[in-house]
T-cell receptor
Framework: DAGVIQSPRHEVTEMGQEVTLRCKPI?????LFWYRQTMMRGLELLIY????????DSGMPEDRFSAKMPNASFSTLKIQPSEPRDSAVYFC??????????FGPGTRLTVT | SQELEQSPQSLIVQEGKNLTINCTSS?????LYWYKQKYGEGLIFLMM?????EEKSHEKITAKLDEKKQQSSLHITASQPSHAGIYLC???????????FGQGTRLTINP
């Protein structure tokens, strides 16, 4: 398996623009997670899905952030409008129930 | 997260030396996960501990979870340059797959 795939790997955008991050989980995994990593706050869970259904979105910072999982092989994290403080590395991870999480390589987002 | 504290924040050791990284929780853990991250890359799973007193080893890395399930340690024996990176502990407090991560320990190995 190719592992968790994220795109793009790097994104530079201007404040106010919409940003969409994409994730393809490992086939067969029933959980999908979105994390954000910054120097100040470390690695934070934003939202996670089980069988394509959002289970806990309490980590989503504000209404500008939204996530979807239309099917078992694809998820998106959208920021609209983006702000400089959204600059971070965003990770997608997937896993089976009761098992470890497999992380993707991350998307480095820079908002100017 | 204040729920999970890692120490030390950074560690510089000479190649061949042993070292220990600690992860302390303010609450009882359902499970504790250790990951390693290299700069600019994703996290690589190392080990998962769920039972009080559990100990697991892989190559030169040993992880332990105390009996109370509130503290874990990661021990590296005879460190090598390949061990350099950031080590993160992740806590599952609810058994619900939701992990809270510590701030990480940056490990540097000097030749």
């Amino acid at each position: 398996d190719a592992g968790v795939i994220q795109s793009p790997r790097h994104e530079v955008t201007e404040m106010g623009q919409e940003v969409t991050l994409r994730c393809k989980p490992i086939s067969g995994h029933d959980y999908l997670f979105w994390y954000r990593q910054t120097m100040m706050r470390g690695l934070e869970l934003l939202i996670y899905f089980n069988n394509n259904v959002p289970i806990d979105d309490s980590g989503m910072p504000e209404d500008r952030f939204s996530a979807k999982m239309p099917n078992a092989s694809f998820s998106t994290l959208k920021i609209q409008p983006s702000e400089p403080r959204d600059s971070a590395v965003y990770f997608c991870a997937s896993g089976w129930t009761g098992d470890e999480q497999y992380f993707g390589p991350g998307t480095r987002l820079t908002v100017t | 997260s204040q729920e999970l504290e890692q120490s030390p924040q950074s560690l510089i050791v000479q190649e061949g030396k042993n070292l220990t990284i600690n992860c302390t929780s303010s609450k009882t853990l359902y499970g504790l996960y250790w990951y390693k991250q290299k700069y600019g890359e994703g996290l690589i799973f190392l080990m998962m501990l769920q039972k009080g007193g559990e100990e697991k080893s892989h190559e030169k890395i040993t992880a332990k979870l105390d009996e109370k399930k509130q503290q874990s340690s990661l021990h590296i024996t005879a460190s090598q340059p390949s061990h350099a990176g950031i080590y993160l502990c992740g806590a599952d407090f609810q058994g619900a797959q939701k992990l809270v991560f510590g701030q990480g320990t940056r490990l540097t190995i000097n030749p």
